[in-house]
Antibody, heavy 118, light 110 residues
Framework: QAQLVQSGAEVKEPGASVKVSCKAS????????IIWVRQAPGQGLEWMGW????????NYAQRLQGRVTLTTDTSTSTAYMELRSLRSDDTAVYYC???????????WGQGTLVTVSS | QSALTQPPSASGSPGQSVSISCTGTSSDVGGYNYVSWYQQHPGKAPKLMIY???KRPSGVPDRFSGSKSGNTASLTVSGLQAEDEADYYCNSYAGSNSWVFGGGTKLTVL
């Protein structure tokens, strides 16, 4: 049973950067891409971006272009999401998920709360 | 990349059926058979319920079904049970390795 385990909660000041990790287990990491999704408090899901774990190709949501970078470390089966120039409206729970061969997202990580506050 | 349109709320009594719509455009829902649905209980991560419009992952009850017509997809929950009360999100592939979510629908079991 594939599993994704994310890093712990973070508190950052406005203007700082945050890097969230997502460690995969029980499947071949490089066979499936990883997507990142965030959810602001009381709000819906927002797709942030996708990374190919095979060759590192990426695609980002337009509104986050220039501030977000997705990377992977295939030696440890870990994906990373870095968000820079943090603002208060970046406060959210950030999720990673495995992108299946039918373009479905399953499973999901447990989520990482990032709080941006001075 | 505009969000797909879902009704903010839906409700039904135990045992009844309820459908949730998800409207997009020909660039997402209408253009691909890659619509999926996710269930989210408060404080939990989303869970895949339907993929490729109408396929159910193993372990998801057959009370959950999906369909699509044109630019609108739908999730139907039959024989409503108390544990079905949750938020539901649709998602569609939008081409070039991009995806878009719906705004979410809060399903209440009366």
């Amino acid at each position: 049973q594939a599993q994704l385990v994310q890093s712990g909660a973070e508190v950052k000041e406005p203007g700082a950067s945050v890097k969230v990790s997502c460690k995969a287990s029980d499947y071949t990491f490089t066979d499936y891409g990883i997507i990142w999704v965030r959810q602001a408090p009381g709000q819906g899901l927002e797709w942030m971006g996708w990374i190919s774990t095979y060759n590192g190709n990426t695609n980002y949501a337009q509104r986050l272009q220039g501030r977000v970078t997705l990377t992977t470390d295939t030696s440890t089966s870990t994906a990373y999401m870095e968000l820079r120039s943090l603002r208060s409206d970046d406060t959210a729970v950030y999720y990673c998920a495995k992108k299946g061969s039918d373009l479905e997202f399953d499973p999901w990580g447990q989520g990482t709360l990032v709080t941006v506050s001075s | 990349q505009s969000a797909l349109t879902q009704p903010p709320s839906a409700s039904g009594s135990p045992g009844q059926s309820v459908s949730i719509s998800c409207t997009g455009t020909s660039s997402d829902v209408g253009g691909y058979n890659y619509v999926s649905w996710y269930q989210q209980h408060p404080g939990k991560a989303p869970k895949l319920m339907i993929y490729e419009v109408n396929k159910r992952p193993s372990g998801v009850p057959d009370r959950f079904s999906g369909s699509k017509s044109g630019n609108t997809a739908s999730l139907t929950v039959s024989g409503l049970q108390a544990e079905d009360e949750a938020d539901y999100y649709c998602n569609s592939y939008a081409g070039s390795n991009s995806w878009v979510f719906g705004g979410g629908t809060k399903l209440t079991v009366l």
